[in-house]
């Protein structure tokens, strides 16, 4: 069955992308909002009821972004592995929240980090996935110069998802960014092609080139409403669906 048809869709194994900065209360001087991660792990314990397999990718943007800081005269490098270690404090928050919920879940760290978190093993990660936890994928690639999307088409092809969910702080992708253009459109459905060939910034070409490459379809929705995490988890058709079609 289509991700894009009407009726909920019932994935198997799917990658859920966190951004970092929707953990960020909006106007608050927290970087993260325990209260939104908590909402957010209770929307995840609810949608894996079912025996979803998930691997979630957790962001920096609320604390720090690589690129920004560059721009600002910090060396690249650098400044991207202050980013990388920054999706490892999101991934803890998540881990927390989501024990809290009663989720068995386990972080691994693409970059070693063994007093917090197990070191990224892909065969580790798929057997437990297999066994019901919840994987949260901490430190991107471990690569400056990418993304914690292009980590999330990174993870998915590894982890042989079904889907790639992208919650972010945009319901869909449109035809042009919807914060500068008031009149941009949304789109329901999208190629890659497509996304790739105007240039639309919902996510970076890399992970837009991975995902076309492995026929991971990726769905990006506004993870603000309360339930979305679940509904777009339970395959309900909200936000955009970026496909090969
Ligand atoms: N064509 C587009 N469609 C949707 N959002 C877009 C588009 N172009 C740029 N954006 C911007 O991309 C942002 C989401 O992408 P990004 O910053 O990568 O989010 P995240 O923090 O989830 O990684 C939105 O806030 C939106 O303003
Ligand atoms: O594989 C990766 C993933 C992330 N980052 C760095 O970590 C920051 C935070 O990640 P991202 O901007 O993707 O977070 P999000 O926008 O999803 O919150 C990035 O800006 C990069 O500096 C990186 O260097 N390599």
């Given at each position: 069955?289509?991700?894009t048809s009407?009726?909920?869709?019932?994935?198997?194994?799917?990658?859920l992308?966190?951004?970092g900065?929707?953990?960020?209360?909006p106007?608050?001087?927290?970087?993260?909002s325990?209260?939104i991660?908590?909402?957010i792990?209770?929307?995840i314990?609810?949608?894996?009821?079912?025996g979803l397999q998930?691997?979630?990718?957790?962001?920096?943007?609320?604390?720090?972004r690589?690129a920004?800081?560059?721009?600002r005269?910090?060396?690249?490098a650098t400044?991207d592995?202050v980013?990388?270690?920054?999706t490892?404090m999101?991934a803890?928050a998540v881990?927390?929240?989501?024990?809290?919920?009663?989720?068995?879940?386990i972080?691994q760290?693409a970059?070693e980090?063994?007093?917090?978190?197990?070191p990224?093993?892909?065969?580790?990660?798929?057997r437990?996935l297999e066994?019901?936890f919840?994987?949260?994928?901490a430190?991107g690639?471990?690569?400056?110069?990418?993304?914690?999307?292009?980590?999330a088409?990174?993870?998915a092809?590894?982890?042989r998802?079904?889907?790639?969910?992208?919650?972010?702080m945009v319901?869909?992708?449109?035809d042009s960014?919807?914060k500068?253009?008031?009149?941009?459109?949304?789109?329901?459905?999208?190629s890659?092609?497509?996304?790739?060939s105007k240039?639309?910034?919902v996510m970076?070409?890399t992970a837009?080139?991975?995902c076309?490459d492995?026929?991971?379809p990726?769905?990006?929705?506004?993870?603000?409403?309360?339930g979305?995490?679940?509904?777009?988890l339970?395959?309900?058709?909200?936000?955009?669906?970026?496909n090969g079609?």
């Amino acid at each position: 069955m289509s991700a894009t048809s009407q009726s909920p869709v019932q994935f198997k194994r799917a990658i859920l992308k966190l951004s970092g900065e929707a953990l960020r209360e909006p106007g608050s001087t927290d970087n993260i909002s325990p209260e939104i991660v908590a909402r957010i792990a209770a929307e995840i314990r609810d949608a894996v009821k079912g025996g979803l397999q998930l691997g979630v990718v957790v962001g920096g943007g609320n604390f720090w972004r690589g690129a920004s800081a560059s721009a600002r005269g910090m060396d690249r490098a650098t400044a991207d592995y202050v980013g990388m270690l920054a999706t490892v404090m999101n991934a803890l928050a998540v881990q927390s929240a989501l024990e809290h919920e009663g989720v068995r879940c386990i972080v691994q760290s693409a970059i070693e980090m063994q007093n917090v978190a197990e070191p990224f093993i892909r065969r580790k990660a798929e057997r437990h996935l297999e066994e019901g936890f919840v994987v949260i994928f901490a430190a991107g690639t471990g690569n400056p110069f990418f993304s914690t999307d292009t980590t999330a088409a990174l993870r998915a092809s590894e982890m042989r998802a079904d889907v790639i969910f992208k919650a972010t702080m945009v319901d869909g992708v449109y035809d042009s960014d919807p914060k500068k253009n008031p009149d941009a459109k949304r789109y329901e459905t999208v190629s890659f092609q497509e996304c790739l060939s105007k240039q639309l910034k919902v996510m970076d070409a890399t992970a837009f080139s991975l995902c076309m490459d492995n026929h991971i379809p990726i769905i990006v929705f506004d993870m603000a409403p309360n339930g979305n995490v679940t509904r777009a988890l339970n395959g309900e058709r909200i936000g955009t669906v970026v496909n090969g079609g």
